[in-house]
């Protein structure tokens, strides 16, 4: 493959303009396309935890931080991120009410990147790499034109509804042809070892509440204890058992949000079975009691988003 022109300013420039057109005020906002969000931030944050599904994001102004363990990635104007798993980690926000953070994020799912897969004669995969779940890439000209015709067209109902899929489908083949791709391709469970990372991710994900048992997750991967545990850090950066407590801890936090779970009965739902040690953790986790966590998210409305999943989404 030849080298990429990387994105000019006039091309941020038109995103920004787009984004800030849509977004008028700061929110996080559906775009109308399913799977497609769009956001806006007017001020800095510091380091906090969120949770991070499958998808590309693009970033027209400001710049965000994602701290996975001992790595950072870092993504704004000129650098994209891809997650190909599901990933609590923390994230550091740049921005200001002069200079927004401005951006689009896009879902992916196996089943969309198999199809594009499929049609392409060339895919560039190599089988026995195992990619992280999680990378930043530089920003090209081609994909950022991909994605002001996505935020043109979601300025219209009609355009939005008939080019918006056409216009994702796109950008998800752009991210698959880069020289990055592999970890979305994984995706699509085109690599054995990461297949079966995934399924044990998504295992959890369904199963959080219950004991689970990482000699089993390990056996029903059909990897030995030890192998499971540095393939698994390889694609997560986090241990099995870390993991599962940090998805425990998320869940925890969508019971009591949401559906008006105390601290007590959220912790016995998400598998804890002390109340005490789920709100020392919680605590340590998020930086502030599950009470107060709770009481400052229904504060934020406009500026979080209820996923179809459930999961909650912040700027």
């Known amino acids: 493959m030849g080298k990429k022109e990387l994105v000019t300013e006039e091309n941020r420039k038109r995103m920004a303009e787009l984004l800030m057109q849509l977004l ?30 499958p998808g590309i994001v693009i970033l027209a102004q400001g710049q965000k931080r994602v701290f996975l363990g001992e790595e950072v990635y870092t993504y704004d104007p000129t650098n994209y991120l891809v997650v190909s798993v599901p990933l609590p980690i923390e994230c550091e926000t740049t921005a200001s009410a002069g200079e927004p953070i401005l951006g689009i994020y896009i879902t992916v799912d196996p089943a969309s990147v198999g199809e594009i897969l499929l049609d392409m004669e060339d895919p560039h995969y190599h089988e026995e790499s195992l990619p992280k779940g999680i990378y930043s890439a530089p ?15 979601l300025t219209s109902q009609r355009d939005g509804k008939i080019l918006g899929p056409m216009i994702v489908r796109e950008i998800i083949y752009r991210v698959l042809c880069s020289e990055e791709g592999g970890a979305l391709q994984a995706l699509a469970y085109r690599n054995r070892r990461f297949f079966q990372i995934a399924r044990a991710l998504d295992r959890i994900h369904e199963s959080f509440h219950e004991d689970l048992d990482i000699k089993t997750l390990a056996s029903d991967a059909g990897m030995s204890v030890s192998t499971f545990h540095a393939n698994f850090k390889a694609v997560t950066n986090a241990s099995p058992l870390q993991y599962i407590k940090n998805v425990r801890l998320h869940k925890a936090r969508i019971l009591m949000t949401l559906d008006g779970f105390n601290a007590h009965n959220a912790a ?28 400052n998210l229904r504060g934020e409305e406009g500026s979080i988003l209820i996923t179809e999943d459930r999961s909650i989404v912040s700027v």
Request: aromatic share 10%; proline share 7%; glycine share 6%.
């Open 24 to 53: 008028p005020e700061e929110r996080v906002q559906p775009s109308g396309l399913k799977g497609v969000r769009i956001f806006r931030r007017d001020s800095s944050a510091p380091r906090v935890q969120k949770a991070y599904e």
């Open 139 to 153: 920003l090209t000209n081609i994909l950022t034109d991909a994605a002001i015709r996505l935020l043109e067209a």
């Open 268 to 295: 016995l739902r998400v598998g804890y079975e002390s109340p005490s040690q789920f709100s020392r953790e919680y605590k340590r986790f998020f930086g502030v009691t599950p009470g107060k966590d709770v009481v």
